[in-house]
């Protein structure tokens, strides 16, 4: 039989305790553990379960486009409540102004926008539903121009508070394919979605590239989730290719081109963990949540790094688990066995 040492030229490390930065192939030998180690990557990315939020919420607002080691948490059905994520644990901020669900956000912590949404516990017309917008600067909310129309389930992509898109929407009769862009201080109405929805994901760390991904078709709320998935440039949007499991209500993070969604809904009451990644031309299945659940605008982070935050997945239900996604390739320590 071959030896290590032939194959490599020294010998395997004996060490008490797995090294602290170990390299892709690097093997040793932990006394400790007595157990032969080695360095691989993930074929698959991987959701670990993380520090609960304080508050239990669905629906809420999160930056978009802060790295998973980094997020604000705002509002949510059942809060007003604002949260900041250090990577270990949550802390309590100052309150939004107004306290909804169905609110989308983008941004990162230091600067952020919410948008839409309707009234906690308001009846589903176009009674409760919001245009208004808030702005985040680190330490307080302030309320600023509304949105052209109300907009319960809008999604929505942008960098920061000065520059965001927003798109799609419920408005208590209807799916709206209406998209606004936002300058800073006012919404100002583009070219619309190819087709009328609500509940989707928005993907990208830019107004101007951003993908709208899944959602809720036709007038019924109980209908089934789409795949659809549309591509926008800065002007246009287009259709390309679909999720491979059609849902609403799910989460999602990353750029045009790099994108993750996760979680989601086929009514009446199926819940998913599916996660997928995009590429840029097609979606592909990745590691499952560890709680299936609709997790809506309550994710933040990157293809490789992402947030989910609370959620929920029986009526009436929220939720405050947060799992953290580790992206395929990524570093892991396998242990080696004589099987």
């Given at each position: 039989m071959t030896k290590y040492k032939e194959i490599k030229g020294t010998q395997i490390e004996v060490v008490s305790s797995d090294p602290s930065n170990p390299v892709e192939g690097q093997v040793w030998?932990?006394?400790t553990a007595q157990a032969v180690k080695g360095e691989a990557s993930t074929a698959t990315g991987a959701w670990a379960t993380t520090t609960a939020m304080?508050?239990?919420r669905w629906g809420g607002a999160a930056s978009s486009v802060s790295p998973s080691s980094s997020a604000i948490m705002a509002t949510g059905a059942g809060t007003a409540n604002t949260e900041s994520w250090n990577g270990s644990s949550w802390t309590e901020l100052n309150n939004v102004n107004?306290?909804?669900y169905g609110v989308w956000g983008t941004g990162t912590t230091s600067s952020m926008i919410l948008f839409g949404?309707?009234?906690?516990?308001s009846s589903p017309t176009a009674s409760g539903d919001r245009a208004s917008t808030e702005l985040w600067n680190g330490t307080n909310w302030t309320e600023v121009n509304n949105m052209g129309s109300v907009k319960r389930y809008p999604a929505g992509v942008g960098a920061d508070s000065t520059a965001s898109l927003s798109f799609g929407s419920f408005n208590g009769s209807n799916k709206i394919a209406n998209t606004e862009t936002w300058n800073g201080t006012n919404w100002t109405e583009v070219n619309d979605l190819n087709t009328a929805k609500s509940s989707m994901a928005g993907v990208g760390a830019t107004y101007t590239a951003g993908i709208c991904v899944g959602g809720n078709v036709g007038n019924s709320p109980n209908v089934n989730g789409s795949g659809e998935t549309e591509l926008w440039n800065g002007t246009n949007w287009t259709e390309v290719n679909d999720l491979n499991t059609a849902r609403r209500d799910q989460g999602g993070c990353g750029t045009s081109t790099l994108g993750l969604v996760f979680g989601g809904l086929k009514p009446p009451g199926t819940w998913?963990?599916?996660?997928?990644?995009?590429?840029?031309t097609n979606w592909t299945e990745d590691g499952d949540l560890n709680t299936a659940r609709e997790i809506t605008g309550q994710a933040s982070g990157t293809q490789s790094s992402a947030l989910a935050c609370g959620g929920i997945n029986a009526p009436g239900t929220y939720l405050n688990p947060v799992e953290e996604f580790t992206g395929a390739g990524a570093p892991v320590v396998r242990t080696f066995t004589d099987s």
């Open positions: 030998y932990n006394s304080s508050t239990t107004e306290g909804r949404g309707n009234d906690p516990g998913y963990g599916v996660t997928e990644s995009w590429n840029g």
